[in-house]
């Protein structure tokens, strides 16, 4: 079966980092676009970062210069690198992959940064 496990969200500073990883299985991950997303308490889900299977990225506006999103194919994962934390980051992270009418779903991590 198809599994998206997140491993590296945890408790920070503002103005510190953490590099979250989503390791795939049960797919073909090349074929694949995968993203990152991100659920505050009392917000809807947003976008923060996606990266298509031929690597081309897109950021929301807030992230862009201090996330980056990156893929190693040969391990099935996408990685999100967090630097320069604030306190609106503060989210559960959901790693996301879709292709076609194919679309799944991590079960999160917590990323919690404290000022």
């Known amino acids: 079966q198809m599994q998206l496990v997140e491993h590296g969200g945890g408790l920070v500073q503002t103005g510190g980092s953490l590099r979250l990883s989503c390791a795939a299985s049960?797919?073909?991950?090349?074929?694949?676009?995968m993203g990152w997303y991100r659920q505050a308490p009392g917000k809807q889900r947003e976008l923060v970062a996606t990266?298509?299977?031929?690597?081309?990225?897109n950021y929301e506006d807030s992230v862009k210069g201090r996330f980056t999103i990156s893929r190693d194919n040969a391990k099935n994962t996408v990685y999100l690198q967090m630097n320069s934390l604030r306190t609106d980051d503060t989210a559960v992270y959901y790693c996301?992959?879709?292709?076609?009418?194919?679309?799944?779903w991590g079960q999160g991590t917590q990323v919690t940064v404290s000022s």
């Open positions: 996301n992959a879709y292709w076609d009418t194919y679309e799944y």
């Open positions: 049960g797919i073909i991950f090349g074929l694949y676009a």
């Open positions: 990266i298509t299977s031929g690597g081309t990225t």
